[in-house]
């Protein structure tokens, strides 16, 4: 996905502050953020944020379902996933 983003003046003389004080926190050495590879930047962060969420609650819906099997089905549920992840 390619996003085009128009800013007014308003938002873009705040996201050049913001990328001027995060560029401040940048070790020696560091390529400084452009307003764009920042926002590019904190958006893939957002973005990657919503995937572990998405995941957590994926795995919580998994395991409050599984929570009422007998102990023994619960067992061999976990063997089998733990089978496929190795």
Do not use: F, W
Request: no cysteine; hydrophobic share 45%.
């Amino acid at each position: 996905m390619i996003l085009n983003l128009t800013l007014n003046q308003e938002q873009l003389d705040a996201l050049t502050a913001t990328t001027a004080t995060a560029n401040a926190t940048l070790a020696e050495g560091v390529t400084p953020y452009t307003a764009e590879s920042y926002l590019s930047h904190v958006t893939m962060k957002a973005v990657d944020s919503y995937v572990a969420n998405a995941y957590a609650v994926a795995v919580q819906r998994i395991g409050t379902a599984a929570a009422s099997l007998p102990y023994a089905e619960r067992q061999a549920l976990i063997a089998q996933i733990e089978s496929q992840l190795s």
